[in-house]
């Protein structure tokens, strides 16, 4: 069983991101604040879960969150300022958007670019332990996979569709054969 909350606070703020490990695409974060009573059965980390699974949940979160919201930071952003601090980028955007504005920010894993006016806690596993954590790491993931389908069909060699933009033997292959594009992620050994 997910836990509800780290601060107790109402507005407390779960912070994940998606496709920090990828050779394409952007890096996507997102930010969930959660009612108390919600308890999806099926909410859990997001790599725990069946794409058809986190797809329900992520319309139940998005109907029934206190506010959401997702962000992105480019592979050019990627290339500029490294990989943790464009996720880090992608973290502050997503959680500035949110209305009403979060008191507290509750980050999965162990390192975060403190925010200029938002207290936070960072948890290693936290997708596994909260809950506002897990929504997000679901949305992260969900936006993501989206945009890369997207991509992939303008982009189809790469088999982004299915891989996301991760090093597969297919994708590596195609990056050989075909180059890469602007959506690669050009400081990451991409062969």
């Known amino acids: ?17 998606a496709g920090r490990g990828c050779l394409a695409g952007p890096v996507f974060a997102a930010a969930v604040i959660l009612p108390p009573d919600f308890a999806p059965r099926y909410l ?10 986190r797809e329900q949940v992520r319309a139940e979160i998005c109907r029934e969150a206190v506010a959401w919201a997702v962000a992105e930071a480019s592979p050019q952003e990627i290339a500029s300022i490294n990989i943790a601090q464009a996720s880090y980028l992608a973290m502050h955007r997503a959680a500035d958007q949110l209305q009403p504005r979060p008191t507290h920010l509750l980050v999965d894993g162990n390192r975060f670019r403190s925010h200029a006016t938002l207290p936070h806690t960072c ?12 929504a997000a790491s679901v949305l992260a993931k969900t936006f993501r996979d989206e945009r890369m389908r997207e991509l992939a069909a303008e982009y189809p060699h790469y088999g982004w569709e299915q891989n996301a933009g991760y090093p597969t033997a297919r994708h590596r292959t195609a990056i050989r054969d075909f180059g ?7 400081g990451f050994r991409l062969l």
Do not use: C, F, W
């Open 1 to 17: 069983m997910l836990l509800v909350s780290y601060s107790g606070e109402p507005l407390e703020a779960g912070l994940d991101e």
């Open 44 to 53: 859990n980390d997001s790599k725990q879960m069946t794409a058809k699974r």
């Open 180 to 186: 890469p594009t602007e959506h690669h992620r050009m």
């Open 123 to 134: 948890i290693i596993g936290g997708d596994g332990i909260y809950r506002n954590i897990a």
